[in-house]
């Protein structure tokens, strides 16, 4: 007996040296950038932003109940992706609240600039008065100067070299393209998007970030605001067609910065195979909604945004859609766990815990 539980110690102990080996090589920070789907709070700290979540339904499923400025009724992929990443809570804080309390070392665990509304163009959102991207990497390169100033720059370098790089947006400036009734030609558009992308990119690298997790373009023209342009409900097809093209030329963008640029790792999430996935098979993931908002009102409570009087459904975890254009809690956390450890069809060329490890 003795033996064997000897044997089983050793087993125990080596599984926790692994364990540890794993944590120890993962990221040590994670900087968050992007549109509403990863914001977790910036928002409500812009007194003029017109795109905001900091009032109920949402929140619902947070703790205490909390509108904490997230589109969710619960945490969002970008919590749940840091948990998965850094063993955290959920998602590094906003950078507008690190700014509010004083700039301080909590930073270099992780900041979130994430600002609802943006997108990938200087316009896309500008008359909402959000966060454009490239405001984004402008705070982010005060984060990185304040690192360097306190730890030296060698140790810095080294810091943000490790560090994971998450960034989901793109979705906007297509939305854009529809409502504003552009008329320059499509791959034109989507040229322009890549183009803003790598210059993105190249700012961060230059800045001394290396591991790139990207999130493409989600099937807009599922979203049930998009719905109800189409009478049938069925999706609006040609959005999800500008999705899937922005996601070929991202990939192709990726295979070449990856290239020239030494040292730069990324993983590219295919969130348009992973959402069209459940969209397919709704009863593998226990939804029995997946065309409906949750909270929201008129047809596919997709008529108007989630506000204190919306309807509000009860059985949150089988909705895909929390309101109009957002996914609900659980449909984050599903996101999140396929960007982490999904296989190749929906995360390529490696998933974001091979990148945190690399
Ligand atoms: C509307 O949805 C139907 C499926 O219900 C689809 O066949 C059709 O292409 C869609 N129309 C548009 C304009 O996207
Ligand atoms: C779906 O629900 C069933 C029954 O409650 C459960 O056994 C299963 O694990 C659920 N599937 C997922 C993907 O959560």
């Known amino acids: 007996m003795m033996k064997t539980n000897g044997h089983f110690c050793i087993f125990v102990l080596i599984g926790i040296i692994l364990q540890i080996s794993v944590a120890i090589k993962a990221a040590p920070a994670v900087f968050v950038f992007g549109d509403s789907t990863a914001d977790v709070g910036t928002n409500s700290f812009l007194p003029t932003a017109k795109i905001r979540a900091d009032f109920p339904h949402n929140g619902i499923d947070f703790p205490y109940s909390k509108p904490t400025g997230r589109f969710s009724n619960g945490f969002n992929s970008a919590d749940f992706l840091s948990k998965l990443i850094m063993g955290s809570k959920r998602s590094p804080q906003p950078y507008l609240l690190f ?39 402008r705070q982010f390169e005060t984060v990185c100067s304040l690192l360097k100033y306190l730890k030296g720059k060698d140790v810095a370098m080294k810091h943000l070299s490790k560090s994971l790089i998450a960034i989901s947006v793109g979705s906007n400036d297509i939305f854009g393209y529809f409502e504003k009734q552009m008329t320059v030609d499509p791959a034109v558009y989507i040229n322009s998007l890549i183009t803003a992308y790598e210059s993105h990119i190249n700012a961060l690298y230059n800045l001394g970030a290396r591991k790139f997790g990207i999130i493409s373009i989600p099937p807009i023209g599922c979203c049930p ?57 709704p009863q593998l993931f226990n939804f029995t909604s997946i065309e409906t908002a949750c909270c929201g009102k008129g047809w596919l409570n997709a008529e108007k945004t989630c506000t204190p009087d919306a309807n509000l459904c009860s059985n949150r975890d089988e909705y895909l859609f929390w309101d109009l254009y957002h996914p609900t809690q659980y449909a984050s956390e599903l996101a999140a766990t396929t960007l982490y450890n999904g296989g190749k069809q929906f995360v390529a060329p490696v998933n974001f815990a091979q990148l945190a490890a690399c």
């Open 99 to 137: 700014l509010k309390s004083g700039l301080n070392s909590k930073m270099f665990r992780g900041v979130n600039f994430a600002s609802g509304a943006s997108g990938l163009l200087d316009v896309t959102g500008k008359e909402l008065n959000i966060i454009s991207m490239s405001e984004q990497i």
């Open 225 to 281: 605001s998009q719905r109800i342009l189409n009478s049938t409900g069925g999706c609006f097809e040609i959005e999800n067609t500008f999705a899937r093209a922005f996601h070929s030329s991202l990939d192709a963008l990726l295979k070449k910065l990856s290239f020239k640029l030494p040292d730069m790792k990324y993983a590219l999430g295919n969130s348009y195979e992973m959402t069209i996935n459940v969209i397919d098979h």
